[in-house]
């Protein structure tokens, strides 16, 4: 059977709503912000396959904004879309192989959306992502995330919150949080967990009120055991 191709549709501002975020987008870039205030919602429907093959589990999520203009709204359910649809069609096209002991299912994908309280002027945008692919030993789990300008729907980027003279320092902010993580989970001084990340490697964050949240994937900075690795760098550490 083809899978059927993931649509993401609009939804009224009377559904359902999930989170409230928001941080002036005029605010001073690396400048701590004033606190969380109303702004536009996340808006989130969940579905589940039972026709893809092999897979135990297929449930994800499609999600809209609501209290943007519609030309916001518009061009921030475009990413939304992206959002969900890299994990989706990667779940339906992965190589797959048979399941261990003759089981005929074996995999499963779960995708969930979720918004964070964030800085105003900001929407915060996170998609958890957990992934078994049919005949594989080990799983995969990574969140993926979009900070979204309340007034035009568009992406910001992280030199929006961490401009060129800030980043040693928020490298070493991050660095230090992974090492943190690892001692707490008994892992000190090894040299497999030591090399420090660069920028190229922080693709999941969220400015938050309390810092920018900083989220990598399982196995990028940890044993799997460690899952994924979540760290906070206060916007004090920005200088």
Known sequence: MSPRPLTVRLISATAALVGIVCVAASAPAAAAPTGDVAAPRLVVQSHTRSDVPAYVEFRYQTGAVAGMTAAAAARADGILGMLVEKPYQAALTARTSRCAGGAADCGYFLQRLRSYPCVSGVLCVASQVGLLVPGNNGSTSYVDTRAIDTRTGARLPLSRFVPADRRSAFLSAVNAGIQRELAAGGIVDDLLWSIPVTMRSVRAWLPRADG????????????????????RVPWSALG
């Open 212 to 231: 920018i949240h900083v989220w990598f994937a399982k196995y990028d900075v940890a044993p799997g055991s460690f899952g994924d690795v979540h760290v």
